[in-house]
């Protein structure tokens, strides 16, 4: 079982530019979530996907947008990016139907924004 | 909502000795209590989890947490630390639900000095 596993693990970019991050889960995981941990402080959750749809989103702007494929696999996509997005970009998968909502977490994509 | 206070934003301590890290957390529902850890460069591992039941939790490599709900707290504690240790400890909510965002403290930095 290869876990949860996200390309590419570093990116850098320039103000302005758009960016993908992608994130295949963990077999037999049917949900992803994405957080952003910027350095020095803990991950904080952006949104989180399951059968193709966002179903819940924590608090950032719509310049940060996703989607989930038919095979669970998810990308995260930021527009317009500012410096204050450079940060870990972490994907963490799990198993909706399971009550424990216990999520297994990638080595994240750290994305640098000059 | 629910929140985290992690008390301790660095704790060293000597190889071989006991090590607390300390986290509070509120929430007006009743919620899962985690502790992950973040080696340097990498992703986060789960350590530990409370979901109910007996509330002394152990978990990978010798850690164990207490819950005490009357005070909102979720320890975690190591009789005997290895330089190994060295990372990264975040503290985790998340409410009682199969598929909710999991809400982060600002993390613990342990250190260990031989």
């Given at each position: 079982d290869a876990g949860v596993t996200q390309s590419p693990t570093h990116l850098i970019k320039t103000r302005g530019q758009q960016v993908t991050l992608r994130c295949s889960p963990k077999s037999g995981h049917d949900t992803v979530s994405w957080y952003?941990?910027?350095?020095?402080?803990?991950?904080?959750?952006?949104?989180?996907?399951?059968?193709e749809e966002e179903r819940q989103r924590g608090n950032f702007p719509d310049r940060f947008s996703g989607h989930?494929?038919?095979n669970y696999s998810s990308e995260l996509n930021v527009n317009a990016l500012l410096?204050?997005?450079s940060a870990l970009y972490l994907c963490a998968s799990s198993i909706r139907d399971r009550a424990t909502n216990e999520q297994f977490f990638g080595p994240g994509t750290r994305l640098t924004v000059l | 909502a629910q929140s985290v206070t992690q008390l301790d934003s660095q704790v060293p301590v000597f190889e071989e000795a006991p090590v607390e890290l300390r986290c509070n957390y509120s929430s007006s529902v009743s919620v899962y209590l985690f502790w992950y850890v973040q080696y340097p460069n990498q992703g986060l591992q789960l350590l530990l989890k409370y979901l109910s039941g007996s509330t002394l939790v152990?978990?990978?490599?010798?850690?164990?947490?207490?819950?005490?709900?009357?005070?909102?707290?979720?320890?975690l504690r190591k009789p005997s630390v290895h330089i190994s240790d060295t990372a990264e400890y975040f503290c985790a909510v998340s409410v009682y639900s199969s598929a909710s965002k999991i809400i982060f403290g600002s993390g613990t930095r342990l250190s260990i000095r031989p």
């Open positions: 952003q941990q910027a350095l020095g402080q803990g991950p904080q959750f952006i949104f989180q996907y399951y059968e989930q494929y038919p410096l204050g997005d | 152990k978990g990978i490599n010798g850690f164990e947490a207490e819950f005490n709900k009357s005070q909102t707290s979720f320890h």
